[in-house]
C-alpha cells in the first residue's frame, strides 16, 4: 500500500497537515490534520508498506501493544482509503 501521487505531508507550526498538489488538486479540494502518530504512519506509507509493517514499526517507535496498533493502523488506512489518498 502506498499514498498517492500528488499529496505531500508538511509541518507547519508544529502541525501536520496533507495537501493535494498539481492534478490532485482537481480531485481533493482542502487538507488533512494529522497528529505526531498520524504523520509517521504517512511517511512509511510515502514509501510503500504492508499493515503489517506498519503494526511492526508502530510497537517499535512508540510503546503499544499489538493489537492497539492494529486496530490504529486499521482505522488510519481506512480513513485514507475513504478519501482516495492510497493505492
Given at each position: 500500500?502506498?499514498?498517492?501521487?500528488?499529496?505531500?505531508?508538511?509541518?507547519?507550526?508544529?502541525?501536520?497537515i496533507?495537501?493535494a498538489?498539481?492534478?490532485?488538486?482537481?480531485?481533493?479540494?482542502?487538507i488533512?490534520?494529522?497528529?505526531?502518530?498520524?504523520?509517521?504512519?504517512?511517511?512509511?506509507?510515502?514509501?510503500?508498506?504492508?499493515?503489517?509493517?506498519?503494526?511492526?514499526?508502530?510497537?517499535?517507535?512508540?510503546?503499544?501493544?499489538?493489537?492497539?496498533?492494529?486496530?490504529?493502523?486499521?482505522?488510519?488506512?481506512?480513513?485514507?482509503?475513504?478519501?482516495?489518498?492510497?493505492?
Open positions: 500500500m502506498k499514498i498517492k501521487d500528488g499529496f505531500i505531508l508538511r509541518e507547519v507550526a508544529g502541525s501536520y496533507v495537501v498538489v498539481g492534478e490532485a488538486v482537481k480531485n481533493f479540494n482542502g488533512i490534520n494529522l497528529n505526531e502518530t498520524g504523520a509517521f504512519l504517512w511517511k512509511i506509507l510515502e514509501t510503500g508498506g504492508t499493515k503489517e509493517d506498519l503494526v511492526s514499526k508502530l510497537c517499535a517507535e512508540y510503546e503499544v501493544d499489538e493489537n492497539t496498533a492494529a486496530t490504529d493502523v486499521d482505522k488510519f488506512i481506512n480513513n485514507l482509503s475513504e478519501a482516495g489518498l492510497v493505492k
